[in-house]
């Protein structure tokens, strides 16, 4: 089946620092990806569509200076958590839909647990 | 716009009985219904999705689902639980008018409901 791989699994970095995270679809071609950011015991919040070859959508509220998005080719998506703070520690999660598989459900990544101190 | 409600922030079973985990949606026209599992630390894992024809939709895990356009329903169900079972259940939908490119593919999703069966 279509396998998203997401990286790192986890990271601690330090306050003011930046944080890359890789989205890769590895058997299939995702011209989309959805960047989500889930805080504890709580639902997924969407944050931002990627978009191959274009600027990323993001959601209201969310600061596109502060998460750049980046989707550069058909199997791969970055999300950089810039000059990071605590408040920004959570978990990221990145899905991407197969539209070459007709109605096919999204595909997620195991997601990223971002620690800043 | 989507929407879709989870009522339930946790559902507690026993070991071998049956469970629902309930969830409703609202689309402006005919709705594309998933549900999703996810495990501490993990992504999603796709169950099981309603795109038509059947009402009554089988999944993985020997989960199933029911589709009630009259009362915009889509509950969960397993006849037999299991403690493995236990997990955040995860309810969504998709407008199946929206294009499968770009945003349309975008799903909104319930708040979550966390399933806990014990022995």
């Known amino acids: 089946g279509a396998v998203v791989s997401q990286h790192p699994s986890w990271v601690i970095c330090k306050s003011g620092t930046s944080v890359k995270i890789e989205c890769r679809s590895l058997d299939f071609q995702a011209t989309t990806m959805f960047w989500y950011r889930q805080f504890p015991k709580q639902s997924l919040m969407l944050m931002a569509t990627s978009n191959e070859g274009s600027k990323a959508t993001y959601e209201q509220g969310v600061e596109k200076d502060k998460f750049l998005i980046n989707h550069a080719s058909l199997t791969l998506s970055t999300l950089t958590v810039t000059s990071a703070h605590p408040e920004d520690s959570s978990f990221y999660i990145c899905?991407?839909?197969?539209?070459?598989?007709?109605?096919?459900?999204?595909?997620f990544g195991n997601g990223t647990r971002l620690t800043v101190t | 716009a989507q929407s879709v409600a989870q009522p339930e922030d946790q559902v507690n079973v026993a070991e071998g009985n049956p469970l629902t985990v309930k969830c409703t949606y609202s689309?402006?026209?005919?709705?594309?219904l998933f549900w999703y599992v996810q495990y501490p630390n993990r992504g999603l894992q796709f169950l099981l999705k309603y795109i038509t024809g059947d009402n009554l939709v089988k999944g993985s895990y020997g989960f199933e689902a029911e589709f009630n356009k009259s009362q915009t329903s889509f509950h969960l169900k397993k006849p037999s639980a299991l403690v493995s079972d236990s997990a955040l259940y995860f309810c969504a939908v998709r407008d199946m008018g929206g294009e499968l490119t770009g945003g349309g593919n975008k799903l909104t999703f319930g708040t979550g409901t966390q399933l806990k069966v014990e022995l």
């Open positions: 899905s991407a839909p197969n539209i070459q598989a007709y109605n096919s459900p999204l595909h």
């Open positions: 689309v402006s026209g005919n709705p594309y």
